[in-house]
């Protein structure tokens, strides 16, 4: 067979086509068209399998690489504002309030339209205490935190002087009268009070602390 005369192929078509061929011409039997339908739906089934994926080229959707999430940060171990801010109060001395003048200074500044900043807070009235009531407005300040902290905050583990206490004040809230919270006699006193308030830190432990709450 394998080197023998070429096949001669009586109906080179196959045979499903030639008697489909046959099928055409003659519109009217019945079984012919079946035939037809069945040869139409063996070629959809086999279009429809065509299509199935093959699995090896498929796109990479396979099971994503499991990446370890970072092990957490170690604690850092800043220290609680509320125990600093009541360390700072034990800290502060009354000589020192003195020596930086925060009574005198703070005590008689006025707004840009002339009014004290005691006229309405001499007392601590409306949470802030200016004035020249040397021990009251120490005592407020060191005993109150409330009062402490328009003066001083706690920032990135340490106290820092509070400046947007008083820019509020003096900017941002609307009904409050102006003035100028960086320029003005009470900012040095506030800051001389704060590093020798620092330097009594420094040579520590501090006395014991004043807050009250
Ligand atoms: C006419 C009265 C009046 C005068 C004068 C005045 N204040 Fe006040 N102050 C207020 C009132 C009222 C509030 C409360 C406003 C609020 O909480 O909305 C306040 C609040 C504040 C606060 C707290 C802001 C905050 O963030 O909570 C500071 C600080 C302050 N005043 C500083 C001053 C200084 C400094 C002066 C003088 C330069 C001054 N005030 C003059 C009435 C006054």
Redesign the pocket.
């Known amino acids: 067979m394998s080197t023998g005369a070429p096949i001669q192929r009586v109906n080179p078509m196959p045979r499903s086509l030639n008697s489909l061929a046959s099928c055409l011409v003659r519109p009217l039997q019945l079984p012919c068209h079946m035939r037809i339908l069945g040869i139409l739906a063996a070629v959809f089934v086999a279009g429809c399998m065509g299509d199935v994926p093959t699995g090896g080229n498929a796109a990479p959707d396979a099971a994503p690489i499991a990446i370890d999430a970072p092990p957490p940060p170690p604690p850092i171990d800043a220290p609680d504002p509320a125990a600093l801010i009541k360390e700072w109060s034990g800290c502060m001395t009354l000589a020192n309030f003195k020596t930086a003048k925060m009574a005198v200074t703070?005590g008689s500044?006025?707004?840009t339209n002339g009014?004290?900043?005691a006229?309405?807070?001499s007392t601590g009235g409306?949470?802030?205490i200016?004035s020249l009531n040397e021990t009251v407005y120490f005592q407020m300040v060191t005993q109150q935190s409330a009062y402490m902290l328009?003066y001083f905050t706690v920032d990135s583990g340490k106290v820092i002087v509070n400046t947007q206490?008083?820019k509020?004040?003096a900017i941002t809230?609307t009904?409050?009268?102006r003035?100028d919270p960086t320029n003005n006699p009470?900012m040095p006193a506030l800051q001389k009070f704060y590093d020798l308030t620092v330097a009594v830190k420094a040579a520590g432990p501090c006395p014991a602390p004043v807050l009250v709450n």
């Open positions: 703070w500044l006025s707004t009014q004290q900043c006229n309405c807070h409306q949470g802030f200016a328009k206490s008083l509020n004040a809230l009904d409050h009268p003035f009470g």
